[in-house]
């Protein structure tokens, strides 16, 4: 399994690109909806299974977190697959059961080793994802481009939904549907 040395950070989208541009970054992918099916591991309660169609691949990871809040809490094991119904029925032939369907759109670019996701998540603020190969290389990043590490969130989305909204995470993983429509009924409840 890999360490996956990652950070979020809220952010203006137009005021990020700007300053990756001026420090030489480029546009790797353009927005573009993803969606996902994820699979709880029950022998672990910090791990699940995901199958994410990417727009232009799909791709089937293993994550798995210790509840510490550092930039190198997760540990992913992932690898492409043909076709996301395909990948799912062999989830769920091995006896796993989706546990949640979620969207969000999605747009990468990348400045030195490191990767930039512009995150839009259903009634969340904009954020990024700085992704990179070590824990320097995303925090260079990450001051290259004026953000404060102080200020830095880590860990899995559900935790931004429970800042933002007080869903604990727990109960965030009991929403079967996460979508662009879905969540004015969740948030409702």
């Known amino acids: 399994m890999n360490i996956e040395f ?41 791990a ?66 490191c990767l930039i996701m512009f995150d839009q998540w259903p009634a969340l603020d904009p954020f990024i994802e700085i992704e990179g190969p070590s824990k320097q290389s995303v925090e260079l990043v990450a001051q290259q481009l004026g953000f404060d590490m102080q200020k830095a969130m880590y860990g899995p989305t559900a935790k931004l939904y429970e800042q933002a909204y007080g869903i604990l995470q727990e109960d965030f993983h009991k929403i079967k549907k996460l979508t662009f429509t879905s969540i004015p009924d969740i948030l409702s409840k």
């Open 48 to 113: 699940w299974i995901r199958v994410r169609d990417e727009g232009d691949k799909v791709m089937m990871c293993y994550k798995t977190f210790n509840k510490l809040q550092t930039i190198d809490a997760v540990q992913e094991l992932e690898f492409g697959v043909e076709n996301f119904d395909k990948a799912c029925e062999f989830l769920e032939k091995l006896g796993l059961i989706k546990q949640r369907y979620v969207e969000n759109m999605r747009e990468v670019w990348q400045l030195q080793d």
């Open 6 to 46: 990652e950070v979020k950070f809220y952010t203006n989208f137009d005021r990020c690109k700007q300053a990756i541009k001026k420090q030489g970054g480029r546009l790797v992918k353009p927005l573009d909806l993803m969606k996902r099916w994820i699979y709880l591991d029950k022998n672990k309660s910090h």
